[in-house]
């Protein structure tokens, strides 16, 4: 099958010179060698300098995340990895398939990856949005400045054909495979080098947990920024992210949950209201067949629909709590009496936990009481979409690369 290349050029290529590749191209940088850090610094500043960028807060969260600034952190994190006897060197090539559902992801796994020194060949969805298409084009243009560094970074596109994905997979060391349980059965079930490894990020479920007597000492201003917060967690993607909040639970006494939760998202739907959010209206009839489905098969005691942006479905328990949602701003609601009372009810499916009114005490007091059972991410609300070296459980820097065990001739042998 051909193959439709978009970085570092556009042009139809066969599977087989892709896998031919990596054989021609041995030489690689070291990990955060000067130069990918200058390419992907480079990307950062053509991506941020785009006229109205500032209108896709997606995109200028991935450009602040690959500036300068960042990269220098990141470098010093990876240097506090090694140790005496150890030496982290690239693993290879890295196979990405990256999810559909959130348009920036194929960058921020391929820039780690990159970053880390090893050799990107990334599989796009054939719905090719308009996001990724200004992406690619950034990309492209960063690579024609860094022409050396054209073989470390290959997007392509091809329609599902396991006989591609199979000679792809050939020659990988690392396959990183993101999206619906389903498509990591179907990846995995295609076998990969014996020597390869392989990172899978499948379906999750998140939810943010919100002290109610804090939310209500807050001043007006305060409560402004939390519910713009929650928002950027929930909307962006269609709230379709892995990390998107869709249950949100209120730890307090039953009757100051309450009035915290009407005054919460009485401001979330001044934010949908302010910034002009819409949903269309298909999401609007899935949610109202959602909504109903719910109410009959689920503790549903009350219903708050302010408009076809926002959806709230109170749960009277989260006794046999199901996880399947429709998104487009649709959120079930809790009473619990405090944090530890979240535990019984956490799945190993359970992602991101985006918290606010807690102290670090008693999140990693809660975080130690569940012990495995769920949650691989305990963040501040705002922070839920905000990718991190640390993700599903993974140290992406870490696991990225390889460890070389390096001791010296023993003094006593001499």
Not at 189 to 196: N, V, Y
Not at 289 to 308: I, K, L, Q
Request: with cysteine.
């Amino acid at each position: 099958m051909r193959i439709t290349q978009l970085v570092p050029d556009v042009r139809e290529i066969e599977a087989d010179d892709l896998v031919a590749a990596p054989a021609r191209d041995v030489a690689t940088p070291a990990p955060f060698d000067q130069a990918l850090t200058h390419l992907v610094g480079r990307f950062s500043e053509r991506l941020l300098a785009i006229p109205n960028v500032g209108r896709t807060p997606e995109l200028v969260a991935l450009g602040f995340w690959t500036r300068r600034a960042a990269l220098e952190r990141l470098r010093a994190e990876f240097a506090r990895l090694a140790d005496a006897e150890s030496i982290l060197v690239p693993r290879g090539l890295v196979l990405h398939f990256p999810p559909a559902n959130v348009d920036t992801m194929f960058v921020y796994s391929a820039v780690l990856s990159l970053l880390t020194g090893n050799r990107n060949l990334v599989r796009l969805s054939q719905r090719v949005t308009p996001a990724v298409e200004l992406l690619c084009d950034v990309w492209r243009a960063a690579l024609a400045e860094n022409a050396g560094l054209r073989n470390m970074l290959t997007f392509v596109t091809y329609p599902h054909d396991p006989e591609t994905t199979r000679r792809l997979s050939s020659v990988a060391d690392v396959r990183v495979i993101w999206g619906g349980d389903e498509t990591i059965r179907a990846i995995r079930a295609i076998p990969a080098p014996p020597t390869a490894i392989e990172l899978a990020f499948p379906d999750r479920f998140s939810l943010a947990a919100i002290h109610a007597e804090a939310w209500l000492a807050a001043d007006e201003g305060a409560q402004r920024t939390i519910a713009e917060r929650f928002f950027n967690d929930a909307y962006w993607f269609g709230q379709a992210g892995c990390s998107s909040p869709r249950l949100v639970v209120w730890c307090g006494a039953p009757e100051t949950a309450r009035r915290a939760s009407d005054g919460f998202f009485t401001r979330v739907a001044a934010v949908l209201h302010g910034r002009g959010h819409r949903v269309s209206t298909g999401e609007a009839l899935q949610k109202l067949t959602f909504t109903a489905e719910a109410a009959m098969d689920r503790p549903v005691e009350r219903v708050r629909r302010p408009s076809n942006e926002l959806s709230v479905l109170s749960l009277a328990s989260l006794d046999r709590f199901g996880r399947e949602h429709c998104g487009g701003g649709l959120f079930f609601e809790a009473t619990l009496p405090d944090l530890a009372a979240l535990r019984p009810f956490l799945a190993r499916k359970d992602q991101t936990l985006a918290h606010f009114g807690f102290d670090a005490g008693v999140l990693r007091r809660f975080v130690e009481a569940v012990n495995g059972r769920g949650l691989q991410r305990v963040v501040p609300l705002g922070e839920a979409l905000a990718f991190h070296r640390y993700w599903d459980g993974f140290d992406l820097l870490a696991a990225l690369t390889q460890r070389v065990h390096v001791r010296a001739v023993d003094e006593g042998t001499r």
